[in-house]
């Protein structure tokens, strides 16, 4: 079975976010970089399907500036067999990304790609369907689990509170929900043979899409926590700041 795993290189959820001076970008200075964390769910789930099956391939694909290397040795670590870089230091919108993920994919042979269902950087959830689209696949999103055999795939997603299963024909695109899988922590095995590994960079094919990033604010502060004592007194404090103050009742 061959699996593409679809990941990208973003910015550490624990980083204290910086606009730039420019006021349209992130800050980089500083920062530290990490896998999207759905796509490392992504990337465990496709090495757990390949080890299962016992045969086929994983492969990483990423489309991202040149120290995105970084974050495919990790995939690679992890148990993935072979990494595709398309390289670029622009930045991307959903559209475009796609684009040059397809166009990096090539006439490449796969059965399934994974992608995870959305960036933390960005959270458009887009890229994954937008691939299948292009590519004319079908695409489920979200999914939180997944089970593979004779050419289909049967997956589960939560949609409005109730548990959706859907059988769908391979090849697919399917984004990773939280509780598809674990992943990992590579070894030190894993990371020796990471070096090994094949990993082919090529220039991303870049196309015009049609977002534009304007301008990036932060949100506003938050406001300094009030305490009430469980009292009744307290009670009907809350119950005025509720009214009065914040308009909800």
């Known amino acids: 079975m061959k699996i593409i795993v679809c990941i990208k290189r973003v910015v550490d959820t624990e980083t204290r976010v910086k606009i730039g001076a420019d006021g349209k970008s992130i800050d980089l200075g500083g920062v530290q970089f990490i896998t999207a964390p759905y ?8 090495i757990q399907l390949r080890d299962e099956a016992g045969e086929g391939s994983v492969t ?13 040795r990790t995939a690679l670590a992890m148990g993935a067999d072979e990494a595709l870089h398309a390289v670029t230091e622009e930045h991307l919108g959903p559209n475009a990304t796609a684009a040059a993920l397809q166009a990096a ?9 994974l992608c ?24 489920v999103a979200f999914v939180h689990s997944l089970t593979v055999a004779a050419g289909h795939a049967i997956v ?3 949609i409005d509170g109730e548990t959706e299963i859907l059988e769908v024909d391979l090849p697919a695109v399917l984004t990773a929900q939280k509780g598809l899988a674990e992943p990992r922590y590579p070894g030190l ?17 870049v ?30 404090t809350l119950l005025t ?7 909800v009742l």
């Not at 959305?118 to 695409?139: N, R």
């Not at 095995?189 to 094919?205: D, H, N, Q, R, T």
């Not at 015009?208 to 307290?234: F, K, Q, W, Y």
């Not at 700041?241 to 308009?247: D, G, I, V, Y």
């Open 39 to 46: 796509d490392e769910m992504a990337v465990e789930k496709a």
């Open 60 to 72: 990483v694909v990423t489309v991202g500036p040149a120290a995105a290397t970084k974050e495919l």
């Open 105 to 113: 994919l090539g006439d490449r042979a796969f059965d399934l790609i």
């Open 116 to 139: 995870g269902k959305q960036a933390t950087d960005e959270d458009d959830a887009a890229v994954g369907p937008l691939l299948a689209a292009g590519l004319g696949l079908p695409c």
């Open 156 to 158: 589960e997603r939560e």
């Open 189 to 205: 095995k894993g990371i020796m043979a990471a070096k090994k590994k094949p990993l082919e960079s090529v220039p991303a094919e």
């Open 207 to 236: 196309t015009d899409g049609p977002t534009e990033v304007r301008a990036l604010e932060l949100p506003p502060a938050r406001s300094a926590m009030v305490t009430i004592e469980p009292t009744p007194a307290g009670m009907q």
């Open 241 to 247: 700041a509720l009214r009065q103050e914040k308009k």
